[in-house]
């Protein structure tokens, strides 16, 4: 093969990965247009129980601001699709994400989003909700609690496994709440984060502070997999959720269904049980559209990874055009 027909044959074969790559580009777009077109926003019916009304909530949660992977903006349309009504955004020792998603969720018509904060040191860690300002982590956990206090806000100790319990018990007396609930409950790694610990944590603690199953989330599909059903006095807002928080009007599911909580509440519960909305972890599309154009979608970005786009070389196209007339 003479050098000008290599060149011809190499310039065909760029041509058509090029081709191939802006194809692969659409197919993205489609992908995108799709799940936009198709993203659920469920309902989030308006539920009473004696008098209160009743909200599925989540407390603690991380941005990119530290270890989450999705921004205080996109955490907020998240927990919309997860059907949450009331959120607490506790990034890592600062309030910012939480007022941020705050302030997105207000302009979007999103859940309530309370902002707080995981005052997190080597010894414990301790989910606050009801923030305006970052709480310090430098200084003794008394005065952390008295910090949130003064604000306003609420303590809840947070995943209180063996490691973390000594950290917490200067305070244990004044928590408001403690995590019983996390995804611990279904599944760990780590042999030292026992899913029991925390269940005898609560109900060891005097006086029993308000029940809290949180997601702690970081990344992956597990936004509001532990909930909490706070029983809030009407108007519901942050301030609702926090001052009931304060009271220990709270109810949580463990993993075979059993309610643990407000004693009252609990057996209000049992007489006329609440499911909680049901949120689809496994999400396979809305219908075979969705399904379709996520395939596509996911074609596209193979393609986008995979297929290279050489840039020419210098003087080759000159080379492939020929001489000029
Ligand atoms: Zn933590
Ligand atoms: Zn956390």
Known sequence: MTMAARRARGEERRASISRAWIIACALVVLGLVGGAAFDPRPERPVVRRAGYRVLEADFHMHTTYSDGTLSPLTLVRQADRRGLDAVGVTEHNTV???RL??????LTGGPIVIPGEEVTTGGYHLIAVGLETTVSPDQPIEGVVADIHAQGGVAIGAHPVKRFQPGL???RAELDGVELMHPI?????NPDWRWLDLLTYYEETTPRPAAIGSSDYHFASILGLCRTLVFVHEPASAGAVVEAIRARRTVVLDPDGRLLGHPELVALLEREPYVPRSSDY?????????RALRLLGLAGVAGVAFLRVR???RGEAKAGAGPAP
């Open 311 to 313: 840039p020419r070389r």
């Open 169 to 171: 018990a200067p305070v």
């Open 185 to 189: 409950a279904f599944a760990t790694r």
């Open 282 to 290: 496994a999400y396979r599309g809305e219908n075979a559209a969705d």
């Open 101 to 106: 998603a705050r302030a997105w969720s207000e």
């Open 96 to 98: 910012l994400a939480g």
